[in-house]
């Protein structure tokens, strides 16, 4: 888990509302393009400046066609001034043809904003193997053009338009003081957690005014994203589409730790999210490994257990099924040792190794029936932690995704 | 996919209804002995003579009690003379009175049937973390000593009684012709499939009268276990409690090409009899991926299409979501290539690289209305094929294992 702040940065710390519409010098909007068939399905961002931008992006051997194009603009080493994201169509699995598309839609962008094209990040989520809707792309920007603005109103509009099986829009913002100034990172996100651990099918665009030296803002980004998007979802299992960016300033020093930590805020709020809004999801699981030998140690555990399809069943009928819990943190071959565990449930000790139970069964399901749940599986191998978050399964989500069209 | 058996082989290969109550020397029995409240849940299988046994058992970190016990007795190198298999309680996570109840388990037997301890393997699949009720075991193990029988309905008997969720017994066998004389080879087996990816929970005992030598008797085993069982569920995720074992008078040669080729039949219908029967399961899936560089890539992408949760559910809701199995197949990083692959639906070619369906979304439909459906994908690099098994996710599952209890 993100430690909470320290008191000497929590008093410099200030909680927005505005998502990445709170970040000075960014503009953004949402609209309805007609790529899907009622809801907005277009965001814009753009930046006053040109800006230094880092990216984790999908590991799946299928990328779409935007990322393939964002990489090559990245490299392009042009600074970056707007970002496109659709949904409704991931542009993905659609061969040459794809990528030309990507490209035309940074070009339509960069054409409406004066800017060159490879100033424009482009990303796209929705259903794989369908072309993107050129025309109606072209006219979607030039309304997103004409609407963007600073503040809540935009951004939720933004974090609106790249929703897919989302049920709420995704926003977070802090302020910060650093030698006496006011800085602001802020997001917006869509994904519907990690109740799919095969494609999380997740997309972050965050921001900041605080100037950072490129090199030093792809490593803080990396901090950022390990333990907080890719703890709600496996490393191997992201979809074709995943990319997280990340936008500052030109700056030419690392970020001092007041930013890593507020950055860290921005990224587990948005994560949080997506695993709140899972699909079906009825729950949220906080999964805390805690007595490991190592930090990959205590991940891997975390994730396998907050990713097993038997453990979120249980969860979502309630059942205290431990025994689910530690054959997943056996199953994952990382070291587990059946002879010095323990598990405890919203922070009361639950099971001791040997499997004498500490709750009675009762008590164990009047937990259960919490609406969020924290497992602490104590390793009891050495010192290090880390924390997974994910959900229950429940019917719902089988019903959302068996016949899953935009 | 196993091949299907040269004509030279198949006339010398005949389909029996016993399972291993058709081997003989063979004599099994199911009772109910009150570890579950009504049904049978206590199966013995007693050899007539001295056999070799081959194993493969889980590997997760937690492994059950009977499992370690009966890995001891296997060591000791007395050959089995018996098998006891419980349902209702896995006996798994019961620290170290666990180990005291399976050694003492198998002590009970033993007694029974005037062999030695050693000489008994011992297996339990249920509810991890309950102890084993002994009084009860020693009980049933005395009425299925005075139930032992050859023929189907002992080994139907036998197959009920260690079934957890299975709907359905499980049972195959087959005799065979080799210089002139008859063999059999025969087993039962339970398992509720590969839904839950994070533990198969599935139990195979296999026994014949061809005397094999040890070692040989081994590797026959595990080259079965490789092509069928093991393409059902994911190696690394096996439960705490699986096993398959494979009796055999002992020999001093290896087995000849016929008796692969026959365990190999056995193994696959038992494989496939779990896919079937799979927690809340309407529909097999048959992930046959061909052109791969090697058999192992070919096998790492046929598990991950056949175990990830998106195509899973596309196809209980007959959604023709070909860029699921494309992605999943990405998702697996195991070298798929992005620019060479196709897919076939059925037999029929459904979609060619670059996304353009060569079957219209009706046609595609009606080919997922089947009950049994078979997914090609020809990854165009090489010559290598491995066939995988799974079948749909639909809320039975959900429901099933939200209040799974024994």
Redesign the interface.
């Known amino acids: 888990m993100l430690a909470p702040s320290p008191p000497e940065l929590q008093e410099r710390i200030v909680s927005l509302r505005g998502g990445i519409g709170s970040v000075p010098g960014v503009r953004v909007s949402g609209v309805h393009a007609g790529i899907k068939r009622r809801k907005r399905d277009l965001a814009l961002i753009v930046f006053e400046r040109e800006q230094a931008c880092a990216a984790v992006v999908t590991?799946?051997?299928?990328?779409a066609a935007p990322i393939t194009v964002s990489n090559e603009h990245l490299a392009s080493g042009r600074g970056v001034r707007a970002i496109v994201c659709n949904s409704g169509c991931?542009n993905?699995?659609?061969?040459?043809?794809?990528e030309r598309d990507a490209r035309a839609s940074a070009a339509q962008a960069a054409a409406l904003l004066d800017v060159a094209p490879q100033q424009v990040i482009v990303a796209s989520t929705g259903?794989?193997?369908v072309p993107l809707p050129l025309d109606r792309v072209q006219r979607g920007l030039e309304r997103c053009v004409d609407q963007l603005d600073e503040g809540l109103k935009a951004a939720h509009d933004a974090a609106e338009a790249i929703m897919t099986t989302d049920r709420v829009p995704k926003l977070s913002a802090y302020a910060f003081y650093h030698e006496a100034k006011r800085y602001t990172i802020g997001g917006i996100a869509k994904g519907s957690g990690m109740?799919?651990?095969?494609?999380a099918t997740m997309l972050a665009f965050l921001a900041t005014d605080f100037p950072v030296a490129r090199e030093a803002l792809q490593r803080s980004l990396a901090a950022a994203v390990d333990g907080t998007f890719n703890m709600i979802s496996v490393d191997?299992?992201?979809?074709?589409n995943d990319a997280v960016y990340l936008c500052a300033p030109h700056g030419t020093q690392p970020p001092p730790p007041i930013f890593e930590h507020v950055l860290g805020k921005v990224a587990l709020d948005l994560a949080l999210a997506m695993v709140d809004d899972g699909e079906g999801a009825t729950k949220r699981l906080e999964v805390c490994v805690v007595g490991a030998r190592d930090t990959a140690q205590a991940r891997t555990l975390a994730r396998?257990v907050v990713?097993?399809?038997?453990?979120k069943?249980?969860l979502?009928?309630e059942?205290p099924?431990?025994?689910?819990i530690?054959?997943?943190?056996?199953?994952?071959?990382?070291?587990?040792?059946?002879q010095r565990w323990s598990i405890a449930l919203n922070g009361r000790s639950w099971?001791e190794?040997?499997?004498?139970?500490t709750l009675t069964e009762a008590e164990a399901h009047r937990e259960l029936e919490e609406r969020e749940i924290v497992v602490t599986l104590d390793l009891g191998l050495g010192e290090a932690a880390a924390t997974a978050w994910g959900c229950d399964?429940?019917?719902d989500?089988?019903?959302i995704?068996?016949?899953?069209?935009t």
């Open positions: 590991t799946n051997d299928v990328k991931a993905a699995c659609t061969g040459e043809r794809g259903v794989i193997g109740i799919a651990p095969n494609m191997g299992d992201m979809s074709t396998a990713n097993s399809s038997l453990v069943t249980a979502y009928g059942d099924n431990w025994g689910r530690v054959a997943a943190a056996g199953a994952a071959r990382a070291g587990f040792d059946p099971v190794r040997d499997g004498i139970e399964l429940s019917r989500y089988v019903r995704n068996a016949s899953y069209r």
